[in-house]
């Protein structure tokens, strides 16, 4: 009976090592997923960071080339309405006048 009871303490210790094992490797596999995850989110943020600079200078680029393409636009038509000015001056002042003596 005694060594009934011997081999079941042994079992015991043995299956207390096994668990204590097992615990031990799920801290280190949860330690081991939990880095990997880091490193996951901080590759996706570079990747995404990356990304969104590509984008924002992509869009700086279009802007600027808008604006540019809107203000030789607006320097064009300043132009083309100061050259009408110039040349129709005296023709404008003629029919204002003429507004003015017929009224």
Same mark, same amino acid.
């Given at each position: 009976?005694?060594n009934?009871?011997?081999?079941l303490h042994?079992?015991?210790?043995?299956?207390?090592?096994?668990?204590?094992?097992a !615990?031990?490797?799920?801290?280190?596999?949860?330690?081991?997923?939990?880095?990997d995850?880091?490193?996951l *989110?901080? *590759?996706?943020? *570079?990747?995404? !960071?990356?990304?969104?600079?590509?984008?924002k200078?992509?869009v +700086?680029?279009?802007?600027?080339?808008?604006?540019?393409?809107?203000?030789k636009?607006?320097?064009? &038509?300043?132009?083309?309405?100061?050259? !009408?000015?110039? &040349?129709?001056? +005296?023709?404008?002042?003629?029919?204002?006048i &003429?507004?003015?003596i017929?009224?």
């Open positions: 009976m005694e009934v009871i011997g081999l042994d079992i015991e210790e043995k299956a207390n090592l096994i668990i204590a094992r !615990n031990d490797e799920k801290v280190k596999l949860h330690e081991a997923l939990k880095n995850l880091e490193k *989110d901080k *590759d996706v943020a *570079d990747s995404t !960071n990356a990304k969104l600079l590509v984008l200078n992509q +700086n680029k279009e802007l600027a080339a808008e604006k540019e393409a809107i203000t636009d607006w320097a064009k &038509q300043l132009a083309d309405l100061e050259a !009408n000015y110039t &040349q129709n001056h +005296n023709v404008f002042v003629d029919k204002v &003429q507004e003015i017929s009224e």
